[in-house]
T-cell receptor, first 114, second 112 residues
Framework: KAGVTQTPRYLIKTRGQQVTLSCSPI?????VSWYQQTPGQGLQFLFE???????NKGNFPGRFSGRQFSNSRSEMNVSTLELGDSALYLC?????????????FGPGTRLLVL | DQQVKQNSPSLSVQEGRISILNCDYT??????FLWYKKYPAEGPTFLIS?????DKNEDGRFTVFLNKSAKHLSLHIVPSQPGDSAVYFC???????????FGKGTSLLVTP
């Protein structure tokens, strides 16, 4: 089975711009979660989508949003970029057929905001 | 606030010896715990997990121990190999949900 894929892998934007990141989960996985990794804060949960609905949300401002399509692919959008948004954004997918399932991560999108 | 803590940022172990990575948590509602391994420029790779109804789970060279009363878990790698050199993250979730709370990671170096 192919793993979780994320595009693009690297991105450079300037302050005030917006960005959209894409994630394709493992085939058959219905849950997609997004995380932000920074040196200071570590890995932090952004949000989780299941069946095109946001099911869980972390403590991030409204500039961070996402959506999931009927084929389980997900996109994440960050508007009005700030320097502090520079981070590795990771997507993870899970089958969501039972409790306590493992999440499988993609390679991430490295975003640099100048 | 950091609900999952890995207090050792780094650990160096000789090849063949045991590596012990530690993790503490503060939220007693956590009921599912995982360890991930991460290489630079890659996403975390799942290693091993444990449910709160167990106190030990083994998978080959990797064993995770859970001490609920102390809110502590540890990952044992025996024997350690140079390929195990990576950053190890401890993660926890409540109600077996999907919002994983991560520690800040421990960088393990296994020397020949």
């Amino acid at each position: 089975k192919a793993g979780v894929t994320q595009t693009p892998r690297y991105l450079i934007k300037t302050r005030g711009q917006q960005v959209t990141l894409s994630c394709s989960p493992i085939s058959g996985h219905r849950s997609v979660s997004w995380y932000q990794q920074t040196p200071g804060q570590g890995l932090q949960f952004l949000f989780e989508y299941f069946s095109e609905t946001q099911r869980n949300k972390g403590n991030f401002p409204g500039r961070f949003s996402g959506r999931q399509f009927s084929n389980s692919r997900s996109e994440m959008n960050v508007s009005t970029l700030e320097l502090g948004d520079s981070a590795l954004y990771l997507c993870a997918s899970s089958p969501d057929t039972q409790r306590g399932e493992t999440q499988y991560f993609g390679p991430g999108t490295r975003l640099l905001v100048l | 606030d950091q609900q999952v803590k890995q207090n050792s940022p780094s650990l160096s172990v000789q090849e063949g010896r045991i590596s012990i990575l530690n993790c503490d948590y503060t939220n007693s509602m956590f009921d599912y715990f995982l360890w991930y391994k991460k290489y630079p420029a890659e996403g975390p790779t799942f290693l091993i997990s444990i449910s709160s109804i167990k106190d030990k789970n083994e998978d080959g060279r990797f064993t995770v121990f859970l001490n609920k009363s102390a809110k502590h878990l540890s990952l044992h790698i025996v024997p350690s190999q140079p390929g195990d050199s990576a950053v190890y993250f401890c993660a926890a979730s409540r109600n077996s949900g999907y919002a994983l709370n991560f520690g800040k990671g421990t960088s393990l170096l296994v020397t020949p």
